[in-house]
């Protein structure tokens, strides 16, 4: 009897032959590209970035590897169709199996300053529930806290420029001090912080100090964090630990791990330590006015935010983190209010919510927690109307609150990694791990929202395919809506093979060894999410945005979604059990996608296009000589006075939806309602998140403070929120401040866009006539 018939291998629809690598797009996709992606190697050739990045995933499969998926692979990621993310594109390589996983993950969560601390210093953003029953630290039980860095050390400031830059940096000298004008009189008080910040002679400690010497790698940093954090959860007050940076490698010195970026040195440590000593543990001590001490959430929230800093400051990534709190916790109305206070920039802020939440707002009754949810809305929504925090998550409607899944996880700390063992630091886990179980919410977000993971730990293992990408033959020769059948096949075909093999790209990513393992092995979570998702409506279906509104209309592309997603939880779990693991908790996601779409111009995620016209403002470290390059050929550049050592350069953008032909037709995301936006969002998690094994939408609902007022805000918010798993919602207006030095896009009128491109002097001719093409089709050719 025979027994079934195998499963084709996904793929074929690419081919065995090496096909080219896509080109980028000009301007500001090849620009990311050589901030974010591209290594000396690959030669500005994405088809070299794809034959790296598919060689390192396949090593993950060990013996199981098959030849034919590898080929397939790397020719489904080299046409752009399987785009990844940034993090395999930048770190993906045949080196992979022996790396941490940490490096591979856009985002995780963490249950501790310190896992946080490691996380971001991986380069990945960190979400943390600050709920009160989650946090079980107080800081004001830390040690004395005493720092130590030899003279002898390269970045030991001994002359007077030297000191100068340290003045500046540790914020003792008036902000933009010339050093013309550094006297005598502030070189002595730099001298006397130094004496006094610092301990200069290790040999005459106190007898029970705690000495720690640093090593110079993040888990060396982590490490001292680690160590900190768990004697104040000890409780141990009244003795010294000593940390000496002095093994911390120097300023500017490249760090192999991430294609050489310039270390930041130990003063960048030092300063963390020294704010974290005076702002949390010294303030913790401290009573307010009313007699109050600082709440250990509180402290939490203000150690992450000062640790956070410095790896925004060192170059490492943007430190991206959300920053979440029950609803119900009596200092919820304070979390609210912190964020609009100003200075902690670092997380985005959300209040953790559910269907009982919204059901008291409908309620007039005395009850407590009625009055309180009232109390908090509106507290909530007014600070929201002005710069979008704090946002709503529907905590209840997350997939593993849903299910239960989350409440399954065992009440044990995890051990750590090959990499990063855990230490002292174990205690602190295990308690938050015991408080989670009966946590209001045991799960959480990732900074952009798309995946859901527990609050003790997890990972966002995601990546982005590109319907248009996958299309076979060359963009500018389609007629939107009206593909010949053999074509369309062929097309499908190909986006379904990404899908499929973009499952297995990940499932084998969650192979690698990790500080959450044993979550890892509970939940095998991943996220396969769509990006330039108009531009595939428009140019596969003839479909633009209000056209997708209307399901019935519509229908070949719902369908569409609905089948690539039951596709990919199907790949998901019979590849998962093929490998011997467990059928992925979650399979699909939206992703932001800001670096993947820029490399092809495509809208990013679930997004409409921002502008028709606009510069997108793509941040650099001040001293990346790229940033040089680029003012010299004439793009706009700006220094950033809240992100000191940051530029940011703005490249002038018409999206590639308008050099499809879209026309009229295209709406733009000012120009869509809310009431719009939220329908465009249902849909999404009906056809594609799916209603089983789903994680969220990132969505930025950007809203027209100039049309919507603050009541009306509220009522939208009243009236859409509650019906989705999350969305994050930023009020627009083009004379208002929300608080920001710059936002990502920035509208310009078509004359000035010309003017723009028409400045730009670029050596390679082809930009340069991408360039002005560009500009002519936008309607404002300066000729």
Request: glycine share 8%; net charge neutral; with cysteine.
């Amino acid at each position: 009897m025979d027994g079934p018939s195998p499963v084709p291998l996904p793929g074929a629809a690419f081919g065995e032959a090496p096909l080219p690598g896509r080109a980028f797009d000009p301007g500001m996709g090849l620009a990311v590209a050589r901030r974010t992606v591209l290594r000396p190697s690959d030669a500005e050739d994405f088809g070299r970035v794809a034959d790296r990045v598919a060689a390192g995933n396949m090593a993950l499969a060990g013996s199981a590897a098959d030849p034919l998926e590898a080929v397939r692979l790397r020719n489904a990621i080299a046409t752009g169709a399987l785009i990844t993310s940034g993090r395999h594109l930048q770190h993906g390589d045949a080196a992979q199996p022996s790396r941490n996983m940490e490096v591979f993950t856009n985002c995780a969560t963490a249950g501790a300053s310190f896992t946080k601390f490691y996380l971001l210093l991986n380069g990945a953003g960190v979400g943390r529930a600050y709920d009160d029953a989650l946090c079980p630290v107080d800081w004001a039980e830390a040690p004395e806290l005493l720092l130590h860095l030899s003279p002898a050390h390269p970045d030991w400031p001994r002359d007077r420029a030297a000191l100068h830059r340290f003045g500046l940096e540790f914020g003792l000298l008036r902000w933009g001090m010339r050093a013309e004008d550094f006297g005598d009189v502030e070189e002595a008080d730099v001298r006397a912080f130094l004496a006094r910040e610092l301990v200069h002679d290790l040999a005459r400690l106190p007898a029970d100090a705690v000495l720690h010497r640093v090593a110079d790698t993040r888990e060396g940093w982590a490490r001292a964090v680690e160590v900190l954090e768990a004697l104040a959860f000890g409780r141990a007050r009244g003795r010294a630990l000593v940390l000496d940076l002095s093994e911390v490698r120097p300023l500017g010195a490249p760090i192999r791990g991430m294609q050489g970026r310039p270390a930041s040195g130990p003063l960048s440590l030092l300063r963390a330590f020294i704010t974290l000593r005076r702002d949390v543990i010294e303030a913790a001590r401290d009573r307010d006015p009313a007699g109050e001490a600082m709440r250990p959430w509180e402290q939490a929230l203000r150690a992450d935010h000062i640790l956070s800093t410095e790896v925004q400051l060192g170059g490492a990534r943007r430190a991206a983190r959300m920053a979440t709190k029950s609803w119900r916790d009596p200092g919820a109305l304070r979390f609210v209010r912190l964020k609009a206070e100003g200075g902690l920039w670092t997380a985005n802020h959300s209040l953790m919510v559910d269907a009982e939440f919204w059901a008291r707002l409908g309620r007039d009754d005395d009850e407590r927690l009625t009055r309180h949810a009232h109390a908090l809305f509106e507290a909530a929504t007014a600070c929201a109307y002005v710069n979008g925090e704090p946002g709503f998550i529907n905590g209840d409607r997350l997939e593993d609150a849903r299910t239960g899944f989350a409440r399954a996880k065992p009440a044990t700390a995890e051990a750590g990694s090959a990499q990063y063992r855990i230490g002292e630091g174990a205690p602190l886990l295990a308690e938050v791990a015991r408080r989670a179980a009966t946590a209001d919410f045991p799960v959480t977000t990732n900074p952009c929202g798309e995946v859901v993971l527990h609050v003790t730990g997890g990972y966002c293992v995601i990546a982005d395919f590109a319907p248009l990408l996958a299309c076979p033959v060359p963009l500018d020769g389609l007629v939107p809506g009206a593909v010949p059948t053999d074509l369309a096949a062929q097309w499908d075909a190909r986006v379904e093979d990404a899908v499929r093999l973009g499952v297995r790209f990940l499932i084998r990513v969650n192979r690698m060894d990790g500080l959450y393992a044993a979550e890892v092995a509970r939940t095998n979570r991943i996220g396969i999410g769509p990006t330039g998702l108009h531009e595939w409506a428009w140019a596969r279906f003839g479909l633009a945005f209000r056209d997708l509104l209307d399901e019935a209309r519509a229908a070949p592309f719902w369908d569409a979604l609905a089948r690539l997603s039951a596709a990919a939880k199907e790949e998901a779990s019979r590849y998962a059990a093929a490998l011997g693991m467990a059928a992925p908790a979650t399979v699909t996601t939206v992703k932001p996608a800001g670096t993947t779409s820029k490399l092809f111009g495509l809208t990013e995620g679930a997004h409409l296009p921002a502008r028709r016209q606009y510069l997108r403002w793509v941040q650099f470290r001040a001293e990346d000589p790229l940033v040089a390059d680029y003012a010299g050929r004439g793009y706009p550049v700006r220094r950033l006075e809240t992100f000191p050592g940051v530029a940011v350069v703005g490249f002038p953008t018409l999206p590639l939806i308008q050099r499809l032909g879209i026309g009229e037709k295209l709406v733009t995301a000012p120009e869509a309602s809310p009431a719009e936006q939220y329908r465009w969002l249902a849909l999404l998690e009906r056809h594609w998140i799916g209603a089983a094994r789903g994680n969220q939408v990132s969505y930025t609902l950007k809203i027209a403070t100039e049309r919507v007022g603050l009541e009306e805000f509220r009522d939208l918010l009243r009236a859409h929120q509650p019906h989705l798993r999350c969305c994050a919602v930023l009020p627009s207006r083009p004379d208002r401040d929300l608080g920001y030095e710059y936002l990502p896009e920035e509208e310009v009128p078509p004359e000035r866009f010309a003017a723009i491109v028409a400045g730009i002097r670029d050596p390679g001719a082809g930009e340069a006539v991408d360039l002005a093409r560009l500009q002519c089709e936008a309607g404002v050719c300066p000729v």
